[in-house]
């Protein structure tokens, strides 16, 4: 199973960007779906998640300017992220808790490799 994350690089403070994270593979179904986020010098956070059903959740940093939504059918993850600040500038990563077919089937997590997000203006 791969993941593979599009979208991201500069924007000003104010404006917008769109991350996509696609899932490819052996994949018998996808549970949650979502974005963390590591800042220079900073912790891992959760940005954004989105579980099958589509119930959400959000860091209280980013509620209402992100929008997480997913597409069952292409096994995406989009992250519309709005009214951008430069405290939003980080690695974005995707994830998927997945399950998978054999070799070795189960539930795993997955990442994606990164894509950096910068605000400044």
């Known amino acids: 199973v791969q993941l593979q994350a599009s979208g991201g690089g500069l924007a000003q403070p104010g404006g917008s960007l769109r991350l996509s994270c696609a899932a490819s593979?052996?994949?018998?179904?996808?549970?949650?779906m979502g974005w963390y986020r590591r800042a220079p010098g900073k912790r891992s956070e959760l940005v954004a998640r989105?579980?099958?059903?589509?119930?959400?959740d959000y860091a209280d940093s980013v509620k209402d300017r992100f929008t997480i939504s997913r597409d069952n059918v292409k096994n995406t993850v989009l992250l519309q992220m709005n009214s951008l600040k430069p405290d939003d500038t980080a690695v974005y990563y995707c994830?998927?808790?997945?399950?998978?077919?054999?070799?070795?089937?189960?539930?795993?997590?997955?990442w994606g490799q990164g894509t950096q997000v910068t605000v400044s203006s």
């Open positions: 994830n998927a808790d997945v399950d998978r077919l054999g070799p070795y089937p189960g539930r795993y997590d997955y």
């Open positions: 593979g052996s994949i018998v179904s996808i549970n949650a």
């Open positions: 989105i579980t099958s059903g589509g119930s959400t």
